[in-house]
């Protein structure tokens, strides 16, 4: 919607960018409103670090123009044309972005068309995010038509291809397939035309991301998945949750491959933790068979009872979002920027413990550990359910890849909300045996076998 020219402020003696509206749009109050908005919202967000610096906004010859800050470095567009670059050069860069979203989002300003040509790179190759010409100041009267639709098909949110009003969370979701892009070489649905593309972002499934680039951790698609969720609400409460996410995928180790578990049909069914090195033959009972069966009944009904109680609370209960508005979620964004407790839980803490809980029945238990993880800090001190599933969840799972850190003390956590549970002393039981049964010290919670304290000290949960 106009030309940018590359110009010299002789009072200054400093290189400038001069953007003019096109001669064409010159008619179109439409066209003229939204340039004068860029201006406004740009020039509200110049001191913000990692955006564009608005120098000036005046008319020449009846064109509207906005004079702002040259720079040198490109764009992130460009980059990519160039090929793919490093993981942690794409972090940073998603870094920088998000930091100027969330700032933009703060003071209410929508920007509607994030993508890698409007990321601009300086000298440093730091991020400074550019062209808020589509974007929407909240409050003020809408710039479009119902029904009309604003931004690029490769990474328009779906509320945005359906013609409905932009939020934050379409600019997170844009953030999402930007991220996409730079750790896999491609869009998520990239297609033929903008209309085949467009449609992909309105029902196609959640590309994997693993499935383009192998050599990434399996948890990335998990963060794609809340990244590039259909629905705005589900999606992270703000882009640098995203970007944090993605960082803590990222920096996951697949987990060493463990033996195969000793099967022991006298624990209750369900996960069963990592064997020690010399696995045994499987042990039967005959003559327990009817406690057994009993047990394994009871166990049952406790392991689709944490998934129930997830998945009832990351069904309907997931916060509903208005436009630069609080959401009922535990971390609240005000204007300022700054974060309250709203709840006691979130429905994203309960929906990670099942979709952690979910890999485990799969008997992926590396790949449980990052979901889990943030369930249990997503939930941690709310005292509920949620807390209670996910920190047993987790101990189950470090356990059983064999890890001996942190598991007592998610046992704690899990038994201090919900109370004494057999499930809870198996595995306490277990942990004992695997980690300090003939090897002295081995493990570092520092219990013995006795339940006396060792000299080594601990990680801690």
């Known amino acids: 919607m106009g030309q940018v020219y590359r110009a010299t402020d002789s009072a200054l003696e400093r290189t400038v960018a001069v953007k003019l509206l096109s001669d064409r749009y010159l008619e179109d109050e439409d066209a003229r409103a939204r340039f004068r908005r860029e201006a406004l919202a740009a020039a509200r967000l110049s001191r913000t670090p990692n955006v564009v610096t608005v120098f000036d906004v005046a008319e020449h010859r009846g064109r509207p123009l906005i004079v702002m800050e040259y720079l040198e470095g490109g764009s992130v567009y460009e980059r990519l044309r160039d090929g793919r670059v490093s993981r942690e050069r794409a972090l940073t860069w998603l870094e920088q972005s998000a930091a100027a979203l969330d700032q933009a989002h703060a003071n209410g300003i929508v920007h509607r068309d994030v993508k890698p040509a409007n990321l601009l790179l300086d000298d440093d190759e730091n991020v400074h995010v550019s062209d808020f010409g589509i974007a929407s100041a909240s409050g003020s009267d809408t710039l479009t038509s119902p029904g009309m639709v604003l931004g690029t098909a490769g990474y328009l949110a779906p509320e945005q291809a359906r013609g409905e009003p932009a939020t934050a969370a379409s600019d997170r979701y844009a953030l999402g397939v930007v991220a996409f892009e730079l750790l896999t070489g491609r869009r998520p649905y990239a297609g033929d035309t903008p209309t085949t593309e467009a449609f992909g972002h309105l029902h196609a499934e959640i590309p994997s991301a693993t499935a383009l680039d192998p050599s990434l951790p399996a948890s990335v698609d998990d963060v794609f998945r809340t990244a590039l969720a259909k629905e705005p609400e589900a999606r992270p409460a703000n882009a640098l949750a995203l970007v944090s996410m993605l960082r803590e995928a990222l920096a996951e180790e697949e987990p060493a491959a463990a033996p195969a578990p000793t099967l022991v049909y006298e ?17 039967y009972r005959p003559r327990r068979r009817r406690g057994l069966l009993a047990l394994g009944a009871a166990a049952l009904l406790l392991v689709l009872g944490f998934l129930a109680a997830a998945l009832v609370r990351s069904g309907d209960d997931f916060p509903s979002t208005a436009s630069g508005g609080a959401t009922r979620s535990t971390v609240t964004t005000t204007s300022s920027g700054s974060t309250s407790q709203a709840s006691s839980t979130t429905p994203d803490a309960a929906a990670l413990n099942a979709r952690g809980f979910a890999r485990m029945q799969a008997g992926d238990y590396g790949g449980a550990l990052p979901l ?18 996910a920190s047993y969840n987790l101990a189950f799972s470090r356990f059983a890849v064999g890890r001996c850190d942190g598991v007592t003390a998610l046992l704690d956590r899990s038994q201090g909300i919900q109370g004494s549970r057999r499930e809870i002393d198996d595995l306490r039981a277990r942990w004992r045996d695997k980690c300090f049964v003939g090897e002295e010290g081995k493990g570092d919670e520092g219990l013995g076998k006795h339940g006396r304290r060792k000299a080594k000290g601990h990680e801690g949960g």
């Open 267 to 283: 624990a209750e069914p369900g996960p069963v933790p990592a064997a020690d090195p010399a696995p045994r033959r499987p042990v």
């Open 372 to 389: 889990l993880r943030q369930a249990v800090i997503a939930s941690h001190g709310s005292g509920t359910l949620t807390e209670a599933y």
